[in-house]
């Protein structure tokens, strides 16, 4: 039932999508400022739903089973050097999706339910922050076809590196198998194997031309990578979550990606900031090429 009311969703967010008219580079926000939407023209949407830091005085703060109130603090400072950096390089930038609300109040990486915890007065931030990527998903796929999709966290790990989720738990990356029917369709990068059957699912996780292997080689650690193919038994991982699962669902056909959860040393802190939006956007203009042919 749930997958229907979202294909019906989505095709009515396609219909508004298409009837109005989005300026690139304009932020668009709710009446309260909760939800930004900055429309991009690059095929990549990140969306970025753990970083606020607005508490409301009247609201409840979410305590049902399973709720997690933590902040990743900076993430949305980093998105925004992100944006700086890809209008540096190629004068165009990244579909952004922000929450400004903290979560404390609603967590938009888990579904209705637990994400407000029963707070009817969070289901509108809820829905609108899924609603502007909808509409991302709409209006990058028209103009690209199809388009990456990057949830963005942040760890408070031991291990300094980022933890690229796949949908895939750390014990499947530790036995990774590209002809494992279950391991492919469960992954984020599923509609990418299916479009595109001289792929393979250790090619895009593990392979030189991997998100992973590339933010590496510019001095960013990463697991899953060539350099560092999984998680050791004693680590801890996040694989991806609501977001990741929703976005990169068969619901979402043209719609691929992964979760980044990002170290702050060296990646979200002040200094680290700009020198990771540089990389990224370097291995993202690589990435394009590769696996969408094109070049901006």
């Given at each position: 039932?749930?997958?229907?009311?979202?294909?019906?969703?989505?095709?009515?967010?396609?219909g508004f999508a298409n009837a109005q008219k989005w300026e690139v580079g304009k932020t668009y926000t709710d009446d309260e400022k909760w939800t930004e939407f900055i429309v991009g023209?690059?095929?990549?949407?990140?969306?970025?739903?753990?970083?606020?830091?607005?508490?409301?005085?009247?609201?409840?703060?979410?305590?049902?089973k399973g709720a997690v109130t933590v902040t990743d603090s900076k993430t949305i400072e980093l998105v925004k050097e992100i944006e700086?950096?890809?209008?540096?390089?190629?004068?165009?930038?990244?579909f952004i999706i922000i929450s400004?609300?903290?979560r404390k109040h609603v967590d938009h990486n888990r579904?209705?339910?637990?994400?407000?915890?029963?707070?009817?007065?969070?289901?509108?931030?809820?829905?609108?922050?899924?609603?502007?990527?909808?509409?991302?998903?709409?209006?990058?796929?028209?103009?690209f076809g199809k388009a990456v999709y990057i949830d963005l966290h942040g760890h408070g790990h031991t291990k300094q590196r980022l933890e690229v989720g796949y949908l895939l738990?750390?014990?499947?990356?530790?036995?990774?198998?590209?002809?494992?029917?279950?391991?492919?369709a469960k992954s984020s990068v599923a509609n990418?194997?299916?479009?595109?059957?001289?792929?393979?699912?250790?090619?895009?996780?593990?392979?030189?031309?991997?998100?992973?292997?590339?933010?590496?080689?510019?001095?960013?650690?990463?697991?899953?990578?060539k350099q560092d193919p999984a998680p050791l038994e004693e680590d801890k991982y996040f694989n991806g979550g609501y977001n990741t699962v929703r976005y990169t669902s068969s619901k979402y056909p043209n719609i691929f990606g992964w979760q980044i959860e990002s170290n702050y040393k060296g990646v979200r802190d002040a200094t680290g900031r700009p020198a990771f939006a540089k990389a990224f956007v370097n291995?993202?203009?690589?990435?394009f090429k590769t696996y969408l042919k094109k070049s901006f």
């Amino acid at each position: 039932m749930k997958f229907i009311k979202l294909s019906l969703l989505f095709l009515l967010i396609a219909g508004f999508a298409n009837a109005q008219k989005w300026e690139v580079g304009k932020t668009y926000t709710d009446d309260e400022k909760w939800t930004e939407f900055i429309v991009g023209d690059l095929p990549l949407i990140i969306s970025v739903p753990h970083g606020g830091t607005i508490n409301l005085p009247d609201a409840a703060t979410r305590s049902c089973k399973g709720a997690v109130t933590v902040t990743d603090s900076k993430t949305i400072e980093l998105v925004k050097e992100i944006e700086k950096a890809f209008l540096a390089k190629y004068n165009a930038r990244p579909f952004i999706i922000i929450s400004n609300l903290s979560r404390k109040h609603v967590d938009h990486n888990r579904d209705i339910e637990e994400g407000t915890c029963g707070d009817k007065s969070m289901e509108k931030p809820w829905n609108q922050f899924h609603d502007y990527i909808d509409t991302a998903v709409v209006l990058a796929i028209k103009k690209f076809g199809k388009a990456v999709y990057i949830d963005l966290h942040g760890h408070g790990h031991t291990k300094q590196r980022l933890e690229v989720g796949y949908l895939l738990k750390a014990e499947e990356l530790r036995s990774l198998d590209a002809k494992d029917n279950k391991q492919v369709a469960k992954s984020s990068v599923a509609n990418l194997l299916a479009n595109d059957k001289k792929l393979d699912l250790e090619q895009l996780l593990v392979g030189p031309d991997a998100f992973g292997t590339l933010i590496a080689k510019e001095g960013f650690g990463a697991v899953p990578s060539k350099q560092d193919p999984a998680p050791l038994e004693e680590d801890k991982y996040f694989n991806g979550g609501y977001n990741t699962v929703r976005y990169t669902s068969s619901k979402y056909p043209n719609i691929f990606g992964w979760q980044i959860e990002s170290n702050y040393k060296g990646v979200r802190d002040a200094t680290g900031r700009p020198a990771f939006a540089k990389a990224f956007v370097n291995v993202m203009g690589d990435y394009f090429k590769t696996y969408l042919k094109k070049s901006f």
